[in-house]
Nanobody
């Protein structure tokens, strides 16, 4: 069982930055494939960025070049650095951990981009 706790969300203006963190319990964090998803009102949950246990990162097109995913295996923590935030980045952001058929989710953290 893995517990994921996100933090770092908030209200920002367009163009500003935020860093999300996801603290994971357990001893196998380094081998989990991790990801950040988001869900805006009325829209399906979408993958924003992912990072394999070996450190390979992928991004959805709308955030590539603005967001950076990283992980600190020593601290069991996943990060999402979000720069140049836009109105359309407003959503609840969820941390996800996967290994084989196991799939874990955090409770989510709200990111609101508003002027």
């Amino acid at each position: 069982q893995v517990q994921l706790v996100e933090s770092g969300g908030g209200l920002v203006q367009p163009g500003e930055s935020l860093t999300l963190s996801c603290a994971a319990s357990g001893e196998l964090f380094s081998i989990y494939d991790m990801g950040w998803y988001r869900q805006a009102p009325g829209k399906p949950r979408e993958l924003v960025a992912g990072m394999t246990g070996r450190g390979l990162a992928t991004y959805t097109d709308s955030v590539r070049g603005r967001f950076t995913i990283s992980r600190d295996n020593a601290k069991n923590t996943l990060y999402l650095q979000m720069n140049s935030l836009k109105f359309e980045d407003t959503a609840v952001y969820y941390c996800n951990a996967k290994i084989t058929t196991l799939n874990y989710w955090g409770q989510g953290t709200q990111v609101t981009v508003s002027s």
